[in-house]
């Protein structure tokens, strides 16, 4: 129809047609005059949030743990069988959706950091996301982010130049006076599965013809039945290659932005997650791709680079019971690039007997998620501790920078 | 004062355009005096008038039309020319090539600085300043078209009423407004005189009356230049009218038909063909000038007389025997003031905005009023507002995209600075503005509003406002200012357990509280 057509080819052309679908990119207006380019090198840093709580234990199991597969039942990786997790060491395998990270691991240039948490203990996923990306260490603090503050404290240099638009949002963490510019992929908009998947359900509650209708528009029946939960809708791992795709290219740029903030969505894995296989799986080989991508698209860049992954907090130690995690706290944090001290697994591991769980129920965070982002601005930016306990992370003088996290 | 959220519902939602949010007050209003909340806006007929900088009257915005036309032929035939002559001037490969290349519309350009589009609606948002080059990743974007000013109108058009729509303390004038310019509805879609007329038709036709009386919308519907080129009155010939005897072509009875059986008796009011036939007799000579001016000033309603089929005609058993103008006249104010049009009108406003399936107590009452007062419109909005079956049915009712575009726009107390989204976005979920494919206009169903395909890219919609807008909104907020305590707990769940608050917008935007008036 060409009325479609049309309205495609508006899309092109209109910045406000877009829509990213779970993910957004925005970066950083100027080139800043680092500190240590003295020594040539020309760092760059890529800030992955993911929305919605991702389980660390379903991404680095700590196979290693006696009490691990029993709490994560259903879904826990093994060493073993037709999808074996990959042992990263004695005690941590990776995900088998994630050879990529697994290769930039054995190649040093991937970290894991395990058990950590931002200062928040509560459950709610929008209080959770303020807190990881605005930097205070408790919620209702919205007006600013802890990367554009950390921008705020660099030199700052030329501006960015290499034509970018303003995209469809800046997540809060980049969120401030620090000038920022955006870019978002051509994107047919669609809502994700998951979006899709709790309006049905909540159509299915209140308003059964609604709930018909958008199944039909969705072709969701079997999914909504539950027996085919594979995603249907706006490939979400194809999108988030994308978006890094673009995001690389702008940064590999001389004249690029060196700093960058994505958002990724769709890790709210509260009914069948799935183990080796499944919806959880298939994200986190779309999170693998971003992080190929980024590889790629930086070229001789890379090697100056620290992709950083965090999420609000963590899930539940022992599924429930739709094979799913319910909302827990302690998680993981990736690390991966060229600048990156990698091939470890960084953890103070609390372990998972039930009296070490936090409440009972979660994994127990024992390191503090800002010590870890502390310890990347440092190696990449050379900000002061004081820089950093002040103004990026107010209030945060005992979570001090981890070292040695940046070569 | 009881405080009572449900009644709140049906004043915002189902009589207005949905509570706006930010510091409005709008739903608590509401709670506090339901109807009095709704019946605010009656007392202020003159509100329903929109006037707005820039907006033209019809004859101003038909002479602009008349003017871009003769550019467009006059670049197309400066292009002919240069086509067909010797070129001495370019390589003789290349400039053919070139030429054959050059659409209309280019030529246009070339000549007069302007683009024309030929596409089926001109919604391009508008394009942000910065925009990436070739060295970024998406592909290098072509360089925006300058709007002609039929796109530059309708864009402006519909700005303003989204803009009024957005702003309005309930919105019931304004929904009466949408009701009334979809029951006489014309389509842009006709050509460039109905898309740059389309607004000037609601604002001179439709506006002025929505409070007023049946007879006089009527009258300035019919006798508007969008609705008589829409309908082609404008080419109707009496068959022994001056033209009619002198040309080929003689009567057309398309509006005379769509008066009776859309604007005015509905179907099964009790007309023939003969009355067909008549009515399109009676109101031949209704046209409006032209570019030459010769019958009055250009994009002006004009009688012309030659056009006019002469003597008396017999209209459902009346004879009128007016000469002229005054026959029409006469004959639209009787069948303004029939019976079948008041129950024809009484059915339609009740299922606008009560239920599909309109309670038959009501329809009779506001049947009852219609006639008593003569088709008072202002009496009969006040009658629905006073209806106990008003406020007791269930709210079923499927909001239509415009609806929803508007509420959601409120509710994020966001006033429209460019039509652009608003108009793609009408034009994907099937009801593009003032762009109905029929006469009959949009529909006003619940099935039609909630069928798979629309509710699917409703969604897709929200997800891209949720995207774009979630990251500063309190959706728990949000849903206080739409709901309150109506709010279902399922549905304040859903909000409550969305995994972002991008997710949670999309999530409130597409509950049925939100979808269902």
């Known amino acids: ?407 | 004062m009881a405080r009572d959220s449900q009644a709140a519902l049906v004043a915002l939602n189902r009589f207005g355009f949905g509570a706006r949010g930010g510091a409005s007050g709008d739903l608590i209003n509401a709670a506090s005096d339901p109807r009095g909340f709704v019946k605010a806006e009656l007392a202020r007929p003159h509100g329903v008038l929109l006037e707005a900088p820039g907006l033209q009257s019809t004859p101003q915005l038909g002479q602009a039309v008349f003017a871009y036309q003769d550019q467009v032929k006059q670049a197309r035939e400066a292009a002919k020319a240069a086509a067909e002559a010797p070129s001495t001037q370019a390589p003789a490969d290349q400039k053919p090539a070139l030429r054959r290349n050059l659409s209309l519309n280019a030529a246009a350009a070339e000549v007069a600085g302007q683009m024309a589009d030929a596409r089926p609606a001109d919604h391009a948002a508008k394009p942000e300043a910065m925009q990436p080059n070739a060295a970024a990743p998406p592909a290098a974007k072509p360089a925006p078209q300058p709007l002609n000013v039929i796109q530059k109108t309708f864009r402006a058009e519909a700005l303003a009423r989204l803009q009024r729509a957005t702003l309005a303390d309930c919105g019931f004038t304004e929904r009466l407004v949408v009701f009334w310019s979809n029951h006489f509805c014309i389509s842009a879609s006709k050509g460039e005189l109905a898309r740059i007329w389309a607004g000037a038709f609601e604002r001179e036709a439709i506006r002025p009356h929505v409070l007023g009386c049946f007879a006089d919308m009527l009258r300035a519907a019919e006798q508007h230049p969008a609705m008589l080129f829409f309908l082609d009155n404008q080419q109707s010939l009496g068959p022994d009218s001056r033209a009619g005897q002198n040309r080929k072509r003689g009567l057309n009875e398309n509006l005379a038909r769509e008066i009776m059986e859309l604007h005015t008796l509905g179907v099964g009011g009790g007309y023939t063909q003969d009355d067909v036939t008549s009515l399109a007799r009676i109101i031949t000579g209704w046209t409006f000038a032209g570019r030459q001016g010769q019958l009055g000033v250009p994009g002006s309603f004009v009688f012309n007389v030659n056009a006019h089929q002469p003597g008396s005609q017999i209209l459902l058993g009346k004879t009128y025997a007016q000469a002229g103008l005054a026959q029409g006249e006469a004959a639209l104010a009787d069948i303004a003031r029939h019976a079948s049009t008041a129950n024809f009108i009484a059915t339609k406003l009740v299922r606008h905005f009560v239920a599909d399936d309109p309670p038959p107590t009501l329809v009779a009452r506001l049947r009852d009023i219609f006639v008593k007062t003569d088709g008072d419109l202002k009496a009969l909005a006040m009658a629905l507002v006073d209806s106990d079956e008003a406020w007791k049915a269930p709210l079923t009712k499927m909001r239509s995209p415009y609806d929803f575009l508007v509420a959601s726009g409120r509710l994020l107390a966001r006033v429209p600075e460019d039509p652009g989204t608003y108009l793609n976005n009408l034009n994907l979920l099937g009801q593009p503005l003032w762009s109905p494919a029929g006469p009959n206009g949009f529909p006003d169903t619940s099935a039609a509003w909630a069928a798979p395909e629309g509710m699917k890219l409703r969604l897709d919609i929200a997800a891209q406002m949720g995207a774009r807008l979630g990251n500063n909104i309190d959706p728990l907020d949000l849903l206080e200012f739409a709901a309150a305590d109506a709010a279902s707990i399922e549905t304040r769940r859903t909000i409550e357990r969305a995994e972002s608050r991008q997710q949670a917008l999309a999530l409130l935007l597409m509950s049925p509280e939100m979808q269902r008036r």
């Open chain 1, 1 to 407: 129809m060409t009325m479609i057509d049309c309205v495609e080819n508006r899309l092109l052309t209109s910045r406000r047609g877009l829509l990213l679908g779970g993910a957004s990119f925005a970066a950083w207006a100027y080139l800043p005059k680092f500190a240590r380019a003295a020594d040539g090198r020309d760092p760059r840093l890529v800030v992955v949030i993911l929305r919605g709580a991702l389980d660390g234990l379903s991404t680095v199991a700590p196979i290693g743990d006696p009490d691990y597969a029993g709490l994560h039942g259903s879904i826990a990786l093994t060493a073993d069988g037709t999808h074996p997790a990959i042992m990263l060491d004695s005690f941590f395998a990776l995900h088998p959706a994630m050879p990529e990270f697994s290769r930039m691991y054995r190649e040093m240039h991937a970290a894991v950091i395990h058990a950590v948490a931002t200062p928040y203990r509560d459950r709610s996923h929008f209080d959770g996301q303020d807190v990881l990306e605005s930097g205070y260490a408790g919620p209702g603090r919205v007006q600013s982010g802890w990367l554009n503050r950390a921008l705020e404290a660099l030199p700052r240099g030329e501006r960015v130049s290499s034509g970018l638009a303003v995209g469809p949002t800046t997540p809060l963490v980049l969120r401030g006076n620090a000038p920022t510019v955006g870019w978002a992929p051509v994107a047919l908009p669609q809502a994700d599965d998951d979006t899709a998947m709790r309006l049905v359900e909540l159509y299915r509650h209140r308003d059964p013809v609604l709930a018909t209708a958008l199944s039909q528009g969705l072709q969701l029946d079997k999914a909504a039945s539950g027996d085919d939960m594979k995603p249907k809708r706006g490939n979400a791992a194809a999108q988030m290659r994308q978006v890094a795709r673009g995001a690389a290219k702008l940064m590999a740029a001389d004249d690029g932005p060196r700093i960058a903030a994505l958002t990724f969505d769709g890790w709210d894995t509260h009914a069948n997650e799935g183990g080796p296989v499944g919806p959880l799986a298939f994200l986190l080989g779309g999170l693998d791709g971003a992080l190929a991508e980024f590889e790629n698209g930086l070229g001789a860049r890379w090697r100056d680079a620290v992709v950083v992954v965090a999420t609000e907090f963590g899930r539940t130690a022992r599924i429930n019971g739709t094979d799913g995690t319910d909302h827990g706290t302690g998680t993981i944090a990736l690390l991966a690039g060229g600048a990156v001290k990698g091939g470890r697994v960084i953890s103070d591991w609390p372990g998972l007997k039930l009296a070490n769980l936090h409440e009972g129920r979660d994994l127990k965070p024992t390191t503090d998620l800002r010590s870890v982002i502390k310890g990347v601005l440092q190696g990449q930016f050379g900000l002061s501790d004081r820089v950093l306990a002040e103004a990026v992370f107010p209030d945060s003088v005992a979570a001090r920078p981890m070292k040695g996290l940046v070569a």
